[in-house]
């Protein structure tokens, strides 16, 4: 592992995106837009349902934040695949690693920026956050581990199994986050599928969350079962990845999709 | 030490009727400093065998060795790959490519070096455009170019000439022989025949996953085609006489010989001239590799 290559693959692609700033838009306009018009539903709300619209604000602050982390990590590995320069990079002694590391360290600068952003509308649309900054951030913090191992194995999938699987991109999130339950408990899923919020990187999160906005206590356990849940995810996205780069070589997949 | 060594390499792909069988044992060394062409048809595993040797692909069972050592990327740092079509990101500029490579492979004086790399191949005047606004020919030199960076000692070149236009396709080829002559080990691979013949020191003939044959690109051609025909158009009609002596087949004043090296047709021009006649034209019909290609893939057939 050298810092020297992660740090090359960080610079070119924060290059590319100064020579591309419609991307911006991706990073900027979609998560602020969205913040704005739950902060405004929450203000709206606070007249007849006075926390209804704060759950919607944070949790969603949440999501968003997620959505952020996992798809810009995605996005950065797929540009490099639409371009076909992915066989470049490799071929120049950068790792599969050193080139990851690269992709989320890229990614963690932009989703800070516009988290710390989204952080600021929350709060002015009234959201307790500074108020219980240390849990906000560690809820963060297990959005971002979350989130981050879904880009990892999606990321991962797409190596193995082709560019047809950059669907998964734009879809995993949003089925993650439904079986999470981020608006309503989990007991409101079907039972059937119940279990499977128990499994999920979010569950916790998105409980606290829903506590932050009712003004409730978080309790530790349930920041440290969030943070178990997602940093789980995040510790075995890393072997998955691995297996994922192993398999494409052997199967010619890596030498097709880097082309 | 050799720049690159095939030992035994098998590689088959999964395929929706069945295994792709892209290399049987595919097995050759290059030696320092020679252009080594490897030739043959689509679909022949002249990509499989470079992107064996990238690490792209991991061969089924053989070995690959670059300098004696396993593609690690220590080893990787001190090759180059030049492909076809060739491509980097549509937003960036030669600049911005040439600075990302040369950290990427270590290059200490980098503006320096690019400098010098964006002089080589003429690209200077291109260095601010953006790459998707490059013509072909021009993206190729930009491709050479991220190539010159790590001066590399092995440079793998995967049908570099691919849809360019003859005259941009000429260009390259003198550029791969100047560097050969700075020391650069290279391999070629094509379907072009003239490019093999023009370029490289030894060819490897390679059909359905196979190496047919290795060997100078002479040696080989004289292999499967030992005699060649000269054709000469003397002063006057031969006799009968000299006909029979030389084995010439006659036709008003022009004579054909078959012949098997340059000594025969150093003796051949030598005893017609000691016979008194007088030699107005030359035509030597050497296959070329075309015809050896025909050849070889009709018989595998
Ligand atoms: N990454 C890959 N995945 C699946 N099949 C492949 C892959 N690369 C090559 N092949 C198959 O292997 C054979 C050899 O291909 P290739 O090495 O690309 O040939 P060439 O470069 O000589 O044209 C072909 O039948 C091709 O379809
Ligand atoms: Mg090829």
């Keep these: ?259 | 030490m050799n720049p690159l060594i095939l030992s035994h390499v098998k590689k088959t792909f999964p395929g929706k009727t069945g295994p792709i069988v892209a290399l049987r044992d595919a097995d050759f060394a290059i030696e320092e400093g020679e252009i080594f062409g490897l030739l043959g048809p689509n679909g022949a595993g002249k990509t499989t065998i470079i992107n064996i040797a990238l690490n792209l692909l991991k061969p089924d069972s053989g070995e690959v060795r670059i300098f004696g050592e396993k593609p690690s990327p220590n080893v990787l740092r001190q090759i180059n790959l030049i492909a076809g079509g060739s491509s980097f990101h549509w937003a960036q500029t030669p600049k911005d490519i040439l600075t990302f490579f040369s950290k990427a492979y270590h290059i200490p004086d980098r503006d320096k070096k690019i400098a010098e790399v964006l002089q080589k191949t003429r690209t200077e005047h291109l260095q601010d455009r953006k790459f998707s606004w490059l013509s072909t020919g021009e993206r190729l030199r930009v491709a050479f170019a991220k190539a010159l960076l790590n001066s590399p000692k092995l440079l793998l070149m995967d049908e570099p000439t691919l849809g360019l236009d003859p005259d941009v396709a000429r260009q390259i080829r003198k550029e791969v022989l100047d560097l050969k002559k700075s020391g650069t080990t290279i391999l070629l691979t094509t379907h072009y025949m003239h490019e093999v013949e023009q370029l490289c020191d030894r060819i490897g003939f390679i059909y359905r996953g196979q190496i047919i044959d290795i060997g100078r690109v002479k040696e080989v051609k004289l292999k499967h085609f030992g005699t060649y025909d000269a054709i000469l158009t003397l002063n006057k009609k031969p006799s009968a006489r000299l006909a029979k002596d030389l084995a010439l087949t006659v036709k008003e004043n022009k004579a054909k010989a078959t012949l098997e090296s340059e000594d025969a047709l150093a003796n051949l021009l030598a005893a017609v001239h000691t016979a008194g006649y007088k030699i107005i034209d030359i035509h030597l019909k050497k296959p070329s590799l075309e015809d050896y290609f025909i050849k070889i893939t009709g018989e595998q057939q």
Excluded at chain 1, 59 to 67: A, G, T
Excluded at chain 1, 134 to 141: I, S, W
Excluded at chain 1, 178 to 190: C, E, G, I, M, T
Excluded at chain 1, 222 to 248: D, E, M, N, Q, V
């Design chain 1, 1 to 259: 592992m050298r810092a020297r290559n992660i740090l090359a693959v960080m610079w070119n692609d924060l290059k590319i995106l100064r020579r591309n700033q419609y991307r911006l838009i991706d990073i900027l306009y979609f998560p602020i837009i969205t913040a704005l018009i739950w902060g405004l539903y929450a203000t709206y709300t606070k007249t007849f349902a006075l926390e209804a619209g704060l759950v919607v604000l944070i949790s969603n602050l949440y999501w968003s934040y997620s959505l952020l982390c996992q798809q810009q990590s995605n996005y950065l590995v797929m540009e490099d695949l639409w371009s076909n320069s992915l066989r470049q990079v490799l071929v120049a002694g950068i790792t599969e690693f050193e080139y990851l590391i690269a992709k989320l360290a890229t990614t963690t600068i932009g989703a800070t920026a516009v988290g710390t952003a989204l952080l600021l509308i929350a709060q002015h649309f009234g959201a307790p956050l500074f108020a219980n900054l240390h849990v906000t951030l560690l809820l963060a913090l297990a959005a971002f581990l979350g989130s981050m191992a879904l880009g990892i194995i999606v990321t991962g999938i797409v190596i193995a199994a082709g560019k047809e699987y950059q669907f998964l991109a734009w879809s995993t999130l949003e089925l993650f986050v439904f079986f999470s339950a981020p608006f309503y408990p989990a007991d409101l899923l079907p039972s059937f599928i119940r279990w499977i919020s128990d499994v999920m990187p979010f569950t916790s999160l998105f409980e606290g969350a829903r506590l932050l906005a009712t003004g409730g206590s978080v309790p530790p356990a349930l920041i440290g079962a969030a943070l178990i849940a997602s940093g789980a995810y995040f510790i075995l996205a890393w072997p998955f990845y691995a297996w994922c780069f192993k398999r494409a070589r052997r199967s010619g997949q890596l030498a097709r999709i880097a082309t």
